[in-house]
């Protein structure tokens, strides 16, 4: 079940933006039944930013950091800072959120793991970008008790590290403007998703591998959405009965850019699935004027993030972020 879809799978029509902001508001608060409430202003305390280490990386420097995400919760995550950022030059910044890795998390996407085609946080470094890599919860070392912070899902702890990881590159005063992009594969790549449904300074979402519908997922077999680390609140659903959907989601995205990679032989998500639901999301980009803001691409590989698909990823980050 979503909202922009009927029981039979058909387009339910949206005539005017004035709706879809009704119907987008209702998104939110139904993912909050599943996922938990979005935090308050309550738990933005100072992020008391503390550096662990720092790397000499040739154009850029690597840092290790914890930041102070909520009073009780410190998040670590990897800082890089190009250079040419530290001698002056205002410098555009992007979220960089990994993949399920247990042992080495966010060093996945700072190239510290070997593993081709996932150090996009590294890559980025290179080309002149900010990159923030915040870890996960509940993977590589990173414990936060959820039931005593008050979480009932890792994915709203994540969201909520993750604003607050972009209220951290807003603060550095070499990050130009209030914008910055999001990019993230298979974890990360549903990650970025949810995040910048929650917070719109996110003006640039890329997910390679990181989604398909609840209803097509592993053919109804959702054990693997139904971890702490994840959702565990939807096991009180029916799987007809999910209140929303990604058709929602990246619908409510719109008018952002947003580009998604979907391999045609992924085994964790279903490129079919993904098609429909960019089909589904677009009628909202056009509610906005703006349909080719809405990409997929459907390389010919397996679970991967291939070189093609992240320089299309880079070029769209280089064309929308401003500075």
Avoid at 91 to 106: D, I, K, M, S, Y
Wanted: charged share 25%.
């Amino acid at each position: 079940m979503n909202q922009l879809m009927n029981e039979k799978g058909e387009m339910l029509p949206i005539v005017s933006q004035q709706e879809w902001g009704i119907k987008r508001r209702r998104i939110l608060e139904v993912m909050q039944e599943v996922m938990g409430d979005l935090p308050s202003d309550e738990k933005r305390c100072q992020l008391d930013v503390k550096r662990e280490e720092e790397v000499d990386c040739g154009s850029y420097i690597r840092r290790l950091i914890s930041y102070r995400s909520e009073p009780e919760s410190r998040v670590p995550a990897y800082l890089l800072v190009p250079k040419a950022a530290l001698e002056g030059k205002p410098t555009r910044a992007v979220l960089c959120l990994h993949p399920t890795q247990f042992e080495l998390g966010n060093k996945t996407v700072v190239g510290l793991d070997g593993k081709p085609n996932r150090g996009y946080g590294a890559e980025l470094a290179e080309r002149g970008f900010v990159t923030l890599a915040p870890a996960y919860p509940h993977l590589a070392q990173y414990w936060p008790d959820l039931e005593k912070l008050g979480y009932v899902s890792g994915t709203m702890k994540a969201i909520w590290d993750n604003i607050r990881g972009i209220d951290l590159l807003e603060s550095l005063p070499f990050v130009s403007g209030k914008k910055v992009g999001a990019i993230g594969h298979s974890l990360g790549g549903h990650n970025s998703i949810y995040t910048a449904v929650y917070d719109n300074r996110i003006e640039v979402i890329v997910s390679s591998c990181g989604f398909d519908s609840y209803q097509d997922y592993m053919d109804g077999d959702l054990s693997g959405w139904l971890q702490d680390r994840y959702m565990p609140g939807l096991r009180r659903y029916p799987l007809s009965e999910i209140p929303f959907d990604f058709h929602d989601m990246i619908a409510a995205l719109a008018p952002r850019p947003c580009f998604i990679s979907a391999p045609l032989r992924d085994s964790n998500f279903k490129w079919k699935s993904v098609s429909k639901i960019v089909e589904a999301s677009s009628q909202v980009y056009d509610l906005y004027g703006v349909r080719n803001n809405l990409s997929v691409n459907h390389p010919d590989c397996e679970h991967d993030f291939p070189p093609e698909m992240r320089e299309k990823a880079y070029q769209l980050f280089a064309m929308h972020l401003p500075g």
